[in-house]
Nanobody, 124 residues
Framework: QVQLVESGGGLVQPGGSLRLSCAVS????????VAWFRQAPGKEREGVSC????????DAGDSVKGRFTISRDNAKNTVYLQMNDLQAEDTAVYYC?????????????????WGQGTQVTVSS
């Protein structure tokens, strides 16, 4: 059984940082894209950052470029999202996901497994 468990969310002030973790079990990350998505109330799920199966290629959504960084440790089967300079508009539930295949992209339908999400709230 494949499980993805996110952690590291919470309440942070504007300008602050958080590091999300996604512990994966039941499947190896090798050769599969991994990604972080987020969903705010009343909005569609949005791709935040992704990493290709080789981890040589990454991409980030326009709204987080330069602030968020995805990384992965295939040996530990764990995916991370470092979030810096957080702003109120970053408030959302953040989801970790594993793709059907190698390529990094932001279409949710291309991702096979999903975690339950972790809440990130940016507020003073």
């Amino acid at each position: 059984q494949v499980q993805l468990v996110e952690s590291g969310g919470g309440l942070v002030q504007p300008g602050g940082s958080l590091r999300l973790s996604c512990a994966v079990s039941g499947i190896t990350l090798d050769y599969r894209a991994v990604a972080w998505f987020r969903q705010a109330p009343g909005k569609e799920r949005e791709g935040v950052s992704c990493s290709s199966g080789s981890a040589l290629s990454t991409d980030a959504g326009d709204s987080v470029k330069g602030r968020f960084t995805i990384s992965r440790d295939n040996a530990k089967n764990t995916v991370y999202l470092q979030m810096n300079d957080l702003q109120a508009e970053d408030t959302a539930v953040y989801y970790c996901s594993i793709g059907y295949s190698w390529g990094c992209q932001f279409r949710p339908s291309r991702y096979q497994f999903w975690g339950q999400g972790t809440q990130v709230t940016v507020s003073s």
